[in-house]
Structures are given as structure tokens and as C-alpha cells.
């Protein structure tokens, strides 16, 4: 939304829109190139952060006015720096609590992400940017009648770019309120960091910083943001690359200014320091100061006579009430502030410093108009460093704007004169407010307040006259004068404002504290230029001549920038939410001058080119050849108002060395700058990459030939191999069939063979043990006898039968006999047998191991023939009696039990005792089936 595109320019319209934008949510809107913003007096979620800073950041700006917001501002900027390499500022300016600190930090953070986007690193020069938010406004904001965080400095952040990268950041600061860390307003309290320390630090921390008691320049409790806050000051120092020993030093020179404000007077003859309280024990301990020197320069004034080069004398006068001695106390604690805030400055641009760069973005957050119940000279350099601001936005942006369109020849409205001349006059001109003050400084005598005042009113009203102003202030209070800001009507009290105004230093204090113990403060005080005299002449330098040069370098800086400008508003008088109040909101935007800016802006056509730049900038639009430039331009401005209907003579004029027209064309024709570029852009790379893919395409079908021979030759490979192995493994079968084939008839062929040699050899002792046993039966019978032979069983065999005649006889022997029947039948023939051999079967013989040694009947076999010569037979009774000692098993016969091994005896007879070959099951199986 822009307020430029409105129908009506008046004054309530302008008011009615920036309600109904507001009561939407919508709190940003454009007024031209200004940004206004209304205070929300509230968090918004989804209003700021890395989402938002991304949509910003990425968004593809087609649309000739993009929402307003913030961040576009930031934008901006940056685009027109790295466009035109030239420095660029943002002015963020308005009331007391319009929210011009946050907005500023909202800059700071989107120019630092911006950059960091593509960076992956901790603790780069962006989060190094980031982190000096926290501990300047801890040490250089308060809260307020108006602003719970207002800033109590000018601040100036300057982001320098090298070839358009974020290469260092510098701040400077400009005006420190240095008077509230003595005393403050009913209602309003000191800096931050006084109540951080109280609340955050621990337990162990108080103790030894003698922090454990109330103190009297902290004007209300701590609050727990307070401790939170404390503890995003202690991690931005430690972010910055401060030590700890660094950061404990700060936390000390506090601690001495905390225990100083404790500090009492007592009067005996003269006023003196009291000795006794803790402390100024702590605070000569804390220093490293010796005790009495020190309450030597906060009870005795030093009166020097002559110049700096040449002294007439010194005299010493000791403070002849309290309050003097509270000012030189208070004036130690404000001087001792304010040099620890300038040694933190320049802490801070240390660790910022880096590559100079070639261009700057500067973030100008100054204070706002203030208006108080009581106004002293801090709200006098505020109001005035506002009014420069004015007259420079008014010179720069409005005046300017349409003195150089009527030069160029190019038709406007007269808008009037605007401009607040006559204000700056009364404030520093010859005659002035300022002129005096300094004057009555600088003069070696002490004038009443009164003599002052009236000075002032004087030096007010020959300024007025000057001015053709007939309306003089009406005055109430014979220790007041009035200035008629552009904001207002302000009335300043001229009690006390010398002695702020002069910022007198003691020598013997700044010289004590240079040769103090403590460190850090040595360090503040020893050879700072700034705490020297000013001149060899011995001139001072005022507070109002400091901050008015101050003042002139920052207007000489912003000459040389292309300025932005955010005015920030509230839309009613309280700090709490509500709707807009639309008469507090005129007046506001009527101060600001967004009333003013809206109506030139929309006739002013500020955007101003040259034709070189033109042509250089937008030849690409056209082909058409032209004889200069200024023709070019000329052709190009007739082809886009045929081109475009919404276009028309009152947006673009061409004027007599440049083009001058509104931001709404300038950005048309960016954006169509932009799509040429963009195309050509598109074919260069389609070109490219054809030719790269071609390239890739030719290389490929060579890769693939190579691959495809390559697959080739190992498929080839890999085939032979395959037939190699399967070749050889058809051979190993067969192999292995025909050996097992083999081994299996090798086998089976040994076992027929050693089967057959078994049977043949069974076949052979059964053969000799037949022979055997019927020799034994005919050798058993005397030879003398020659009749028929009867055994105890009843056959008789006759002498001289044929050995198959007896054995048949013998066979012809009842199955049904008893063993006892068939061993005593049968005895002769055992114990023919057994006797020859019986110590070789006795138990006691051994082998040569030990062992005894068990004789098998095949070992123990006797032929016939030996038997044939056997005639000693004994007893049947003793052949029995061995017989039963004895064990038979698969031919061994032992004297001892076989064990687990079962002895079958067979006793019938299955078969013929010469049968060819017997059968397994019908082979003998015992002694007795052998005897049988």
C-alpha cells in the first residue's frame, strides 16, 4: 500500500487509510520513498524473523510497489549500494517510544542474516554484528515516562561493503546522557545494566563485588527480564570475543559506581567523606585508590589561575556545603560512565574491524523528539539534532526535490516553502541559545541563573525578528525559556544547565584515577586525549559545542549517501495497545513531515538520471540507432508510453541534463531491464548448455562403444572360462565314477578274494580238525587190539574199519546225549588235545609285555600225525575237571571269562563235517561242537 496512489493528498485521508491499515494488522505503509510505521505497543507473531527476512529477501519483484515492510527498506539499500556503488543511509526517526530502536535492530538483523544465508560458520562478522545489540542497549538505554527501552545515545551503525559483501561494521555515538547515572526522573530509572548486575550476577558474585545491599542510584527493584537480559549481555560479550577477565573488570568499574552513589558527607568544620561506611571502603578497594586522596578531590576544589601554559598559581577551597560535594561525587560517577561507555565503543569496532570496504550502509538510530515534564540541556541537544534532521529531510527531499525540477525545466505545483529555518537559528545561530550558553561557559565568572534566562529570551526574540516572525513565547517562570520546535512548543529550565553544559573534569581526579590499581580503570584514564584541554589557549569544549560538531559530521556524512528515511509513529499518547487516535496521529505525522511528503512526492518525480546513465543503463530496451543520447532517450520514453497505457508525461519527464521520473516507472522499466537480460542470459545458457550436452552426447556414445567392446571381451572371457571350468568338471565326474567304480570292484573283488581265502582256510582246519578228531579216535584205541571196538555209548566199531566207516557210525549217535554224556564219550579225545598243551593254556604264562597270553585253538592245532605217537592218556575224571575251567569263543580258548561277549554253543550238527563250503549259520560255533 502506498499512500501516494490515494486520490485524495489531504491530511485526513492520509489519517483515515493509516487507521484502517493499522486496525488490519498492515503497520507498515509507503509514503513514497518513506516508510511509516505505527507502533503495534505489542509483539506480533509472524512479523519479523529468518522466515520473514527469507520471503523478503527471495521474493521475485515484479510489482512495481511491494508490500511495505521493514525489511523492503533494508532491501532497498543494499540493491541501490551494489547498483550504483554509492553509501547509502537509513534515517529511522520519530517520537519518544514510536519504536525506533526496535526498528532499527530489525535492520541491523536483516542486512546481517542477509548475508550469512550462504554461510555455514559460528561466529562470523554477521553474529559478530548481531551480538553489540544487547550490550549497547544495556549500557545505553533506561526506561522512561514514555519508552520502557528508550535509547539515551545517537547511535550510528555503519555496515561497510567490499565488491558487495559485509566486510567490518563501526559504530559511533553521539551524545550519551551522562547525567542519569546520578540521578533520575520520578518514574524513570537508570540504565539497564545497573539492575542486570544486581539481579544476575550469583550469590558468590555479589559477595565479592560487595554488591549484597540496596543502593541509592538505582531508583526501583530489579525485574526478572532484568536477569534474563543480564544474561544476554554476559553471552554477547563472550560472543565478541571478550575474556572473562575483560568482562569481570566491567562488572567492577559498576560496581564501584553503585558503592560510590552510597557514598555520604558529614560535617566537622569542614565536610568530609564518611570514613566509616562499608561503602567507601569498598569503593577505595575496588579502585585502588588510596583513601584519602580520593576523598580529598570529592571534598576539595582545585582553582587553577592563568593558561595552560603558564599557571599564576593554584588554589585549593574546600566545599563549603554538601551539595557541592554530592555535584564533584556525581560528577566523578557520570565521568567514570561515560569513559567506560567511549572504551566499549571502541571495544566493540575492534572486534568489528576487518578489510576496509569500498561502500557503507548506515543505520542511524537517533533519539526522538522529547517534550517532558522538566527539560534540561539533554532534552535541548535532542530537539535540536531532530531539528537538523528536519531541516535536512525538508532541504534534501522535499526543497530540493522541487528547486531541481524547475532548473530542469520540468513543470510542478508549487507546494509553498517548508522548512525550519528559523528554529536552527534560534538554537546555534549568531544570536542564539546555544551562543549564549557557550558564552556565559567560557567567561571567568559565575552568573545567576536568572541573568542567563534573560539572555536567552533576548537571543530568542532577535532571532524571531530576524525571521519575520511576529509571535513571541509567552513566559511563566523567570527560570524558563521556550523554543517553538517543528514538533512543538518545548520549555527548558535553565536550573543547572551551566554546569552540565561547561562538563568540568577535575585534573586531580582524572590524574588520581590514572595511577589507580584497579586495571581496567588506569587504562580509561591514562593518556585519553579526550580528557585533555582542548587548546594551548586553555578554551574548553562544551557539551553543546562537542555535540554540535558531532551533530555537523553526521549531516556532512549523510550529504554524501543516498538517504532512506522509516518515520516511526504511535498511534495514541499511552504505551498500551488500542486503537489509533486519529488527532494524536495527525499532529505526529505533521511533525514528521509525512503529510508534506506525500503530496511532493507524488509530484516530484524523484527518481533523476543523467542521459549517460540512461543510456548505459536501459540501451538494451531498444535496437533503433540513435545520434546521442539524449535522443536515445527521448525514443525510448515515447515507445513506453505507447507501449504502456498507465504510463503517462506526468511520471516521466525529460528534462535539460537528466530524466526525471517517479519510482513506480523507474521500477517498470528495471523490471524490463531485468527480463532482456534475463533472456539473453537464458540463451547464452541454452547455448552453453547444448554445446555441453553435445559434448556429453559425442562423449558418451564413445563411452558406451569402449563399454560395449569392453562387456564384449569379458562376456568372451567369461564364456571360456565358464566352458573351461564346466569342461573340467564333466571331467571330474567322470573321473570320479570311474575310480569309484573301480575302488567299488577293487573292494568288493579284495573281499571275494579275502572272503574266499577265509572260506578256503575255515574249509582247510575244518578238513584238519575232522582228520584230526577221527585220527584221535582211531589213535585212541590200543594197536594190540584186534577185535571190534565198543565205546561207552553201545557202537562198536570193528578193528580196522575205514575212518569214514567210524565216523559215519559216529554220526549215527543220538542228537538227544547230554554234553557231560558227550565229554565223557568224547574225554580221550579232549584230553589227547589238551594235555600236550596244558602249560601252554595255563593262566600263568605271560608274553614278554606281562601280559598273559591266550592260545587259540588254530595256534594250538595238532596234526594227526603228532597225535599217532600220543599214548598217555589219563584219567577221565581229571579231563573233565579241566574242561570246566576253560572258555571258548571264535577259536580262542582262555582259562578266563570273555567278557561281554556271548558264547553260543551249537551242538547239533547242521551239516557234513567235509562239506565243501558251509554255511555262516551252520558253521561250529564251539569246542564241544567241534569235538562233537
Not at 579502585?287 to 599564576?312: E, F, H, M, W, Y
Not at 562387456?711 to 565314477?737: G, N, V
Amino acid at each position: 500500500m502506498d499512500l501516494l496512489i490515494s486520490q485524495s493528498y489531504s491530511v485526513h485521508a492520509v489519517i483515515k487509510q493509516l487507521s484502517e491499515r493499522y486496525e488490519r494488522g498492515n503497520f507498515y505503509t509507503w509514503a513514497g520513498p518513506t516508510l511509516v510505521a505505527i507502533n503495534p505497543l505489542k509483539d506480533v507473531p509472524n512479523l519479523y524473523g529468518l522466515e520473514q527476512i527469507y520471503k523478503v529477501s527471495c521474493e521475485d519483484k515484479k510489482c512495481s510497489s511491494p508490500d511495505p515492510h521493514i525489511y523492503r527498506i533494508a532491501q532497498k539499500a543494499l540493491k541501490c549500494m551494489r547498483w550504483n556503488n554509492k553509501n547509502q543511509a537509513i534515517i529511522v526517526n520519530g517520537d519518544s517510544g514510536a519504536g525506533k530502536t526496535y526498528s532499527a535492530r530489525h535492520l541491523l538483523q536483516y542486512l546481517a542474516t542477509i548475508e550469512s544465508f550462504s554461510e555455514k560458520e559460528i561466529h562470523t562478522l554477521e553474529d559478530r554484528i548481531c551480538s553489540t545489540n544487547p550490550i549497547l542497549e544495556s549500557f545505553g538505554n533506561a526506561k522512561t515516562i514514555r519508552n520502557s527501552n528508550s535509547s539515551r545515545f545517537g547511535k550510528l551503525m555503519q555496515l561497510n561493503y567490499s565488491k558487495g559483501k559485509l566486510a567490518t561494521g563501526q559504530i559511533k555515538s553521539y551524545l550519551l546522557e551522562q547525567t542519569r547515572v546520578s540521578s533520575q526522573a520520578t518514574g524513570e530509572r537508570n540504565f539497564h545494566i545497573f539492575y542486570q548486575v544486581v539481579s544476575g550476577l550469583s550469590q558468590s558474585e555479589k559477595e565479592s563485588l560487595c554488591l549484597n545491599r540496596s543502593f541509592k542510584i538505582i531508583s526501583s527493584e530489579p525485574t526478572e527480564d532484568d536477569a534474563q537480559n543480564f544474561y544476554e549481555t554476559r553471552q554477547a560479550f563472550f560472543e565478541l570475543g571478550f575474556s572473562d577477565s575483560d568482562f569481570k573488570s566491567v562488572l567492577g568499574i559498576l560496581a564501584i559506581l553503585l558503592n560510590l552513589g552510597n557514598v555520604g558527607f558529614s560535617l566537622n568544620e569542614i565536610w568530609n567523606v564518611k570514613e566509616d561506611e562499608e561503602e567507601w571502603v569498598t569503593v577505595c578497594k575496588l579502585a585502588g585508590v588510596d583513601a584519602a586522596s580520593l576523598a580529598n578531590c570529592l571534598t576539595v576544589r582545585k582553582i587553577s589561575a592563568g593558561t595552560l601554559d603558564k599557571r599564576a598559581g593554584v588554589i585549593f577551597s574546600p566545599c563549603e556545603t554538601e551539595a557541592e560535594c554530592i555535584s564533584r561525587r556525581d560528577c566523578l560517577m557520570r565521568l567514570i560512565y561515560s569513559t567506560l561507555f567511549c572504551w566499549l565503543i571502541d571495544q566493540l569496532n575492534k572486534k568489528l574491524s576487518g578489510v576496509t570496504g569500498d561502500s557503507f550502509i548506515g543505520i542511524l538510530d537517533v533519539y526522538g523528539f522529547e517534550s517532558l515534564f522538566k527539560n534540561s540541556l539533554e532534552q535541548l541537544c535532542i530537539n535540536y539534532a531532530n531539528e537538523r534532521l528536519q531541516f535536512f529531510f525538508l532541504q534534501n527531499f522535499l526543497k530540493f526535490q522541487k528547486l531541481s525540477l524547475m532548473d530542469e525545466g520540468v513543470e510542478i505545483i508549487d507546494t509553498g516553502t517548508m522548512n525550519n529555518d528559523a528554529v536552527i537559528n534560534i538554537l546555534d545561530g549568531p544570536s542564539s541559545v546555544f551562543g549564549v550558553l557557550n558564552e556565559e561557559c567560557r567567561m571567568k565568572r559565575y552568573p545567576t541563573e536568572t541573568l542567563v534566562v534573560e539572555r536567552i529570551k533576548k537571543a530568542i526574540k532577535q532571532a524571531l525578528v530576524e525571521s519575520s516572525q511576529k509571535q513571541q513565547p509567552k513566559y511563566e517562570d523567570i527560570y524558563e525559556f521556550k523554543v517553538q520546535h517543528y514538533a512543538g512548543e518545548v520549555t527548558y529550565s535553565a536550573v543547572g544547565i551551566l554546569e552540565k553544559n561547561s562538563d568540568q573534569v577535575p585534573v586531580e581526579m582524572v590524574s588520581l584515577l590514572s595511577h589507580s590499581k584497579n586495571g581496567l580503570l588506569r587504562k580509561l584514564f591514562k593518556d585519553d586525549p579526550k580528557l585533555s584541554p582542548s587548546s594551548k589557549s586553555g578554551r574548553k569544549h562544551t557539551v553543546l559545542a562537542k555535540f554540535k560538531k558531532s551533530v555537523d559530521d553526521l549531516l556532512s556524512m549523510l550529504e554524501n549517501c543516498e538517504v532512506h528515511y522509516i518515520r516511526c509513529v504511535k498511534p495514541h499518547e499511552s504505551m498500551n495497545p488500542g486503537p489509533v487516535d486519529p488527532a494524536y496521529l495527525m499532529r505526529k505525522l505533521k511533525e514528521c513531515g509525512v503529510t508534506d511528503t506525500v503530496r511532493l512526492s507524488s509530484l516530484g518525480l524523484p527518481v533523476r538520471i543523467t542521459f549517460d546513465e540512461f543510456f548505459g543503463r536501459f540501451k538494451c530496451l531498444t535496437n533503433v540507432p540513435c545520434a546521442d543520447h539524449r535522443e536515445f532517450s527521448q525514443l525510448l520514453i515515447d515507445l513506453l508510453i505507447k507501449s504502456n497505457a498507465s504510463i503517462n508525461l506526468s511520471q516521466i519527464q525529460i528534462g535539460k541534463k537528466r530524466i526525471f521520473m517517479s519510482d513506480q516507472v523507474y521500477e517498470y522499466l528495471e523490471t524490463m531491464r531485468i527480463g532482456i537480460r534475463r533472456n539473453a542470459v537464458r540463451k547464452i545458457w541454452c547455448s552453453w548448455c547444448s554445446y555441453k550436452l553435445k559434448r556429453r552426447i559425442k562423449a558418451a556414445l564413445i563411452i558406451q562403444r569402449c563399454w560395449k567392446e569392453y562387456i564384449t571381451l569379458k562376456k568372451e572371457m567369461a564364456a571360456i572360462k565358464i566352458q573351461a571350468a564346466y569342461r573340467s568338471y564333466k571331467c571330474r565326474c567322470t573321473y570320479k565314477k570311474i575310480i569309484g567304480a573301480v575302488i567299488f570292484l577293487q573292494r568288493h573283488t579284495k573281499q571275494m578274494i579275502i572272503r574266499r581265502k577265509e572260506e578256503a582256510e575255515k574249509r582247510s582246519s575244518q578238513m584238519q580238525d575232522s582228520l584230526l578228531e577221527d585220527s584221535l579216535c582211531l589213535t585212541s584205541i590200543p594197536t594190540t587190539y584186534t577185535g571190534d571196538y565198543t565205546d561207552s555209548s553201545g557202537i562198536v566199531s570193528p578193528i580196522g574199519s575205514d575212518l569214514e566207516d567210524f565216523v559215519s557210525v559216529r554220526k549215527r549217535t543220538s542228537a538227544t546225549e547230554s554234553l557231560t554224556d558227550k565229554v565223557e564219550r568224547n574225554s580221550f579225545k579232549a584230553v589227547a588235545i589238551v594235555s600236550p598243551f596244558r602249560e601252554s593254556l595255563s593262566p600263568n604264562k605271560k608274553n614278554e609285555t606281562g601280559k598273559t597270553e591266550l592260545q587259540s585253538l588254530d595256534d594250538s592245532r595238532i596234526e594227526a600225525s603228532t597225535f599217532s605217537s600220543v599214548y598217555n592218556i589219563t584219567y577221565l575224571a581229571e579231563a573233565k575237571e579241566f574242561l570246566k575251567g576253560l572258555h571258548w569263543k571264535r577259536g580262542i580258548l582262555s582259562v578266563r571269562r570273555i567278557p561281554e561277549i556271548a558264547v553260543v554253543f551249537l551242538l547239533s550238527k547242521k551239516c557234513l563235517n567235509f562239506a565243501e563250503n558251509l554255511p555262516q549259520s551252520e558253521r561250529p560255533r564251539g569246542l564241544l561242537d567241534i569235538l562233537d
